[in-house]
């Protein structure tokens, strides 16, 4: 695999689209499965110039395989969420623990945050393997805190400090 994260571009975007449009993969990112191309080119636009912001695509010999967010990257504290997402034909191969890994090397390396978090849905037990592997450990769990499948539905926070991941090489 040799797989890289790149700086999402406009032309990525009807990939975003496609993501965004299926109902097994956004149910893990707690929203619906509803978005225009229209509103993630809005989107796209007010973000693309945003320091708090990192897009990027996972890409395999031009083949994109998913993304990967640095979403409200705070100027003070020196923390921000990470969101990943693996496209359903790619999964299995290796994509999100190595994304993982150059996402906290970027922002731990070259931005110089502090602290990296993430929410994740309690049974999404593959990206808890992936995330604990990449040193992530367990803040806290957000009982009923997103509607999803007819019902309320626990995340867990979790969250690895630069120290602790540069400590890890």
């Not at 406009?10 to 975003?16: E, K």
């Not at 229209?38 to 998913?66: H, K, N």
Request: with cysteine.
């Amino acid at each position: 695999m040799s797989a890289v994260l790149r700086s999402m571009e406009r032309a990525d975007l009807p990939f975003v689209h496609e993501l965004f449009n299926d109902p097994e993969v956004v149910r893990y990112w707690f929203v619906e499965p509803t978005k225009s191309l229209a509103a993630i080119e809005s989107t796209y636009d007010q973000r693309v110039l945003d320091d708090s912001w990192r897009r990027f695509v996972i890409d395999d010999g031009g083949r994109r395989c998913g993304i990967v967010e640095l979403v409200g990257i705070h100027p003070k504290h020196w923390h921000c969420e990470f969101q990943i997402i693996v496209a359903p034909d790619a999964q299995g191969n290796g994509y999100a623990g190595k994304a993982t890994q150059d996402a906290l090397s970027y922002a731990f390396r070259d931005l110089n945050l502090h602290k990296v978090y993430l929410e994740v849905d309690n049974k999404n037990a593959r990206a808890i393997h992936v995330y604990e592997k990449a040193g992530f450990q367990v803040e806290g769990v957000l009982k009923q805190e997103y509607f999803a499948d007819g019902e309320y539905q626990d995340a867990t926070r979790m969250a690895i400090f630069q120290q602790d991941f540069l400590a890890r090489d």
